[in-house]
């Protein structure tokens, strides 16, 4: 088992445990002898969870937000890259990109919605988009390093979804 593979079993290890605690609190909560709910306490309590919730989606947000790969504007000398998106390939032109120097993405489809999704080398999503008939997507993306990066498509479009495969090269 690979390391991402292990925190994967442990994070839903953990949420179908907490989950089971929940499960078995809201099956408690309705057996025995019957109470009448003390309002104040109950909204005293919805104040709180409010407040936890709204302190949990601004701590993510703060902490994901600057990982966010798009919005970036591609500078004067950004590699340009066509994408044509059509079942079950990707036309990548050119399939050859150096690293350290923006990429500018520039993608379509032919006929229905694809993800156009790059994998590091090494596993894992560096960044994926839809890509739309009818619409130019652009995505900004700058590779670190050079090696040979995994592209599959992450929306499924038809029973040879899982086919559409393909790589961009990256050298230094
Ligand atoms: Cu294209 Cu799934």
New binding site residues.
């Given amino acids: 088992m690979g390391p991402t593979a292990t925190i994967i079993a442990i994070v839903y290890s953990v949420a179908t445990i907490i989950g089971c605690i929940i499960a078995i609190g809201v099956w408690r909560s309705t057996r025995g002898e019957r109470k009448y709910l003390d309002q104040e306490r109950a909204a005293h309590r919805e104040n709180g969870w409010l407040a936890i919730m709204v302190a949990f989606l601004v701590t993510t947000l703060l902490l994901t937000i600057f990982l966010v790969p798009y919005g970036e504007s591609a500078k004067a000398d950004a590699q340009k890259v066509n994408v044509i998106?059509q079942?079950?390939a990707f036309q990548i032109s050119p399939a050859k990109v150096k690293a350290g120097q923006q990429v500018e993405f520039i993608m379509t489809s032919k006929d229905t919605t694809?993800?156009f999704g790059v994998e590091y080398p090494t596993g894992g999503i560096a960044f994926q988009a839809q890509i739309v008939p009818e619409h130019t997507q652009r995505v900004v993306w700058t590779f670190k390093d050079p090696g040979v990066y995994p592209i599959v498509?992450l929306?499924?479009?038809g029973v040879s979804?899982h086919a559409?495969l393909s790589k961009i090269e990256v050298t230094s």
């Fill in positions: 998106g079942q079950f694809h993800g498509c929306e499924y479009c979804h559409m």
